[in-house]
């Protein structure tokens, strides 16, 4: 039997009564919460919109009411400022484990699928953060994102320890980059070149060869720990390697496989030190359809290796 899930127990929920603020609060109470989780429910009114003070406190209400429908402790807080700025200091302050947020509030521009608020919260927040689109359909099928890299560690540790629906099942999946050779070869000379490409060895084609064989085994490998450290968790989950571009692969998998949340690391390998999201990440939850959760390492905390995947415990999460 499984110990029990360490995840989420103080959660960080900002509601301003658009549609997908309620999706949010829907995601939280179908988790199955325990009476030790607390709930710290936040709106935020923006000072030159005093008049909508009566309307949030109204919003504040019914969102707890909703929200006792778990076995999770409530508390309900009106605050005043930038709503980014308010919800990322909030989070400093109570260090909660999950931040959940709507993916875009009741003033966003038609057309536009993530919000500005949503955005700021999900570049600078120091938690876990996840973003909720309506509506709101279960939480049956969850696309993990593994690179191998330490923020993708991190987010399987905490997907391993996340309090999830019984019925949940979870497609681990992995995205090769494009062969070199392949792509070089055949197609980025032709489209730009008037003259003919390069010759290319016979050597050189054999250490392109090799590597993107060495690309695979270690994929297969990313996929494959990462399946049993779910599984050993409890947790049903099954591998999936793909090849081409991997915002690409992961968006058009998503939607064939009617996924309902997709769990990524905020930063995956060789990205530049100063971005606090990388392009993958960013992509995901600016073009997907559906909820994303974002798992960080807090600044100045190391990552953690593939290697250690099966025995350490995630790293940054609180």
């Known amino acids: 039997m499984c110990a029990e899930k360490k995840y989420p127990k103080n959660i960080l929920l900002a509601v301003d009564g658009s549609e997908h603020a309620y999706a949010a609060s829907e995601l939280i109470i179908r988790l199955p919460l325990t ?23 109204q919003v504040l209400k019914h969102t707890e009411q909703t929200l006792h ?29 999950l931040t959940v947020i709507g993916a875009k509030g009741l003033r966003a521009t038609l057309g536009i699928l993530l919000g500005g608020v949503a955005q700021k919260v999900l570049e600078y927040s120091c938690c876990p953060v996840l973003v909720v689109r309506a509506p709101f359909q279960g939480l049956r099928r969850i696309l993990l994102v593994m690179d191998g890299s330490g923020n993708s560690q991190a987010a399987l540790h905490y997907l391993a320890n996340f309090s999830l629906p019984n019925t949940a099942q979870v497609h681990v999946m992995h995205v090769l980059s494009p062969s ?9 000379w032709s489209d730009v070149m008037d003259y003919a490409p390069p010759t290319f060895t016979a050597e050189f084609d054999a250490q392109m ?8 085994q270690k994929g297969e490998e ?17 591998g999936h390697l793909e090849n081409g571009d991997a915002a690409t692969q992961i968006l058009e998998y998503a939607q064939k496989e009617e996924i309902d949340l997709i769990v990524a690391g905020s930063r995956g390998l060789g990205q530049i030190q100063s971005w606090l999201m990388g392009s993958v990440s960013r992509k995901l939850v600016n073009y997907t359809t559906c909820s994303v959760l974002i798992v960080k390492i807090p600044p100045g905390e190391p990552s953690q290796p593939p290697e250690t995947v099966q025995t350490e415990a995630a790293p940054g999460v609180q």
């Open 35 to 57: 009476a030790n989780c607390t709930i710290h429910t936040i709106s935020v009114l923006i000072p030159r919109l005093a008049q909508l003070s009566a309307t949030l406190t």
């Open 69 to 97: 429908q778990s076995q999770a402790s409530v508390h309900s807080q009106l605050l005043t400022g930038d709503p980014g700025e308010i919800i990322n200091t909030y989070a400093e302050e109570q260090r909660p484990d």
């Open 180 to 188: 070199y050779a392949t792509d070089f070869r055949f197609y980025a």
């Open 209 to 216: 060869q090799a590597q993107a064989a060495a690309d695979r």
């Open 222 to 238: 990313i996929v494959q720990l990462s399946v049993q450290f779910l599984n050993e968790h409890g947790i049903e989950a099954n």
